[in-house]
């Protein structure tokens, strides 16, 4: 107990620090993207990764809470995860490229000999949909690490009722680091995960889930997955569904999620992520009582109608990115700026 309060606060320090210190070099060297007329720094991500890798990693090493090693493993692959996202946010890498990777790290962490191979390959399909799912929450402020926050309590949870021991240390030391960060990334942010934070949190949790629930029933193990991701799940499906809708790619496409939504409707920033994260906390409630056993299976049918309404519903309300707003890399989103040919359009308005 005494370990758990002292890992948890060194994380928060160590990544809210990080995060700080990351942020003149950022500034200094280009390493930003621009947030409604706001340049702020893309090392945020780093913070997450390096604060739970070194404080998870430090408890295994001196033996006073040992990973396992699965969990070990997972670790390790998971902050390769979050150097590929590093690469990508340094440099263009093409999606199929990142993709490759995510799923690559996916098949390594899966546990084959419980699942079997059928099985294990579709946890394994579905690592890699969490894990983008994150990419595109870290679309506005405070809305990935809140999410990331929840989760990772609500999967510490299942992970400590079945004695998983050192996934639910990994779990609570990712969702204090995720607090450190959140210090800078709440709206308006000084700071963002990027696709190191964001994928790397994304694989850990979606991979967490599928060690948690490996060689248990498989309707209540769907269920109780399926509630705990919801958000991340719902965001994406409304991501591809407004992109599908306005025939357009890219940054502008990403501008379709669940935040920009709600931010249609009027409400400001923080009270997106806000709202989003209510969501998130009610639907990995609905996840952690099917893995208690203290609800149904059929308890997440109600996740996923709400779900589904809030879709429907959000997919009326139009946006900038529905009315012909265009990502200029210098000057942010305006109507009708039509970045010049060959320019980048990685940077994401927030």
């Known amino acids: 107990m005494l370990y758990g309060i002292i890992a948890a606060t060194s994380a928060l320090l160590l990544a809210s620090a990080l995060a700080a210190v990351l942020r003149v070099p950022a500034l200094r060297f280009g390493l930003v993207e621009r947030r409604r007329g706001r340049m702020v720094s893309r090392l945020g991500g780093v913070a997450v990764v390096v604060g739970t890798v070194v404080v998870a990693g430090t408890g295994d090493w001196s033996g006073v809470a040992r990973l396992g090693t699965g969990v070990g493993q997972l670790l390790v692959v998971g902050a390769g995860v979050g150097v590929l996202g590093l690469v990508a946010d340094l440099r263009p890498v093409p999606r199929v490229v990142r993709l490759a990777g995510q799923a690559a790290a996916a098949v390594v962490v ?23 799912a994150f990419g595109s ?6 809305v990935m690490g809140t999410v990331g926050v929840v989760t990772a309590f609500a999967l510490g949870g299942c992970a400590a009722a079945e004695v ?3 996934l639910a240390a990994l779990l609570s030391v990712l969702a ?30 979606a991979s967490a889930g599928v060690l948690v629930h490996a060689g248990r029933e498989p309707l209540g193990s769907a269920g109780a997955l399926f509630a705990l ?4 799940t719902a965001d994406v499906v409304l991501v591809l569904a407004g992109r599908r809708r306005g025939g357009r790619l890219g940054p502008v496409a990403c501008r379709r999620g669940l935040a920009y939504r709600l931010r249609g409707l009027g409400l400001t920033a923080r009270g997106a992520a806000v709202v989003i994260g209510a969501a998130a906390f009610a639907s990995a409630l609905v996840g952690l009582l099917i893995d208690l056993g203290w609800a149904g299976a059929g308890a997440a049918y109600w996740v996923a109608g ?15 990115s ?15 700026a039509v970045p010049p040919t060959g320019a980048s359009l990685r940077v994401r308005s927030g």
């Open 110 to 132: 899966v546990p084959y000999d419980e699942l079997g191979v059928g099985a294990g390959l579709f946890a394994a399909a579905w690592i890699v949909l969490v894990t983008s």
């Open 137 to 142: 929450l870290d679309q506005a402020d405070g």
């Open 164 to 166: 998983m021991d050192g």
């Open 176 to 205: 204090a680091a995720l607090t450190g960060f959140l210090m800078h990334n709440w709206a308006p942010a000084r700071t963002v995960a990027g696709r190191c934070g964001a994928l790397f949190t994304g694989f850990v949790l």
């Open 229 to 232: 991701t919801s958000v991340a």
């Open 306 to 320: 709400a779900a589904g309404v809030s879709v429907l519903g959000l997919l009326r309300v139009r946006v900038h």
């Open 322 to 336: 529905d009315r012909g707003f265009r990502v200029h890399p210098d000057r942010g989103t305006r109507p009708g």
